[in-house]
C-alpha cells in the first residue's frame, strides 16, 4: 500500500511575505507538515500490526491518532496551495471565478459577510485549530466550519475549499499573540484561483449522501 508523502511546496520560502515570514514556512513545512505525514503512516503500521496480532487494546488512542495526523496532513496539503504571492482582494467574475464568487454572495448574503465569519470562526478557535470554508453536498451550499485541532465540529461530508490555520506555530514567530491580526493578514494571500478549482471539483464530485436509495 502506498505511504503518505510530504508534497513539495508550490512557492520557495520567501514567496508569502511580508504576511508570513520565510522562517515559518520552513518550520512550518518542513517540520510541523513533515510531523503529521510521520504520525499517520507510523499509526497505520501501528494499526496493521494489532490486526495480525488480534491484539485491539489500543485501537481507540490508535483510531485518534490517525484521525488527527491524517487531518493534519491534508488540511496542510490545501493550506499550502490556498496561498500566493500574487492573490488576496474578492474572487470575481473577470478573474475566471465567478462561480464561486456566486457561491459566495448566495451562500453568506455578500462577500463582506463571507469573510467576516471565516475570520472569527479562525480567530475564535478554542486553543489550535482551523477556520475552514467547505462545500456542503447535501445542501449544495458553501458553509464555515471550525476544526478543533484536526478534528470535530465538522459537517459529515462536507469539504473543505479554503482552510485558514490558526495554530500558533503558523502564526507566533511573527505575529506573537496577535493572532486575529495574523487571520487578517491572511487574506492578502488567499490564492482564489485554487478555491475555485476546489469548489468546482467539490461540486463535480459524487457524494454517498446523494445517492438515490
Known sequence: MPVYTLPELPYDYSALAPVISPEIIELHHDKHHAA???????????LAEARDKESWGAVNGLEKNLAFHLSGHILH???WQNMTGDGGGEPLAADGVGELADAIAESFGSFAGFKAQLSKAAATT?????GVLAYEPLSGRLIVEQV?????NVGQGAT???????????FYLQYRNQKVDFIEAM???????DVARRYAAAKSRTDVLLLAP
Open 77 to 79: 496539503s490545501i493550506y
Open 126 to 130: 478554542q486553543g489550535s485549530g482551523w
Open 148 to 152: 478543533y485541532d484536526h478534528q470535530g
Open 187 to 193: 487574506w492578502a494571500v488567499v490564492n482564489w484561483q
Open 160 to 170: 473543505p475549499i479554503l482552510v485558514f490555520d490558526a495554530w500558533e506555530h503558523a
Open 36 to 46: 503529521y505525514v510521520k504520525g499517520a503512516n507510523d499509526t497505520l503500521e501501528q
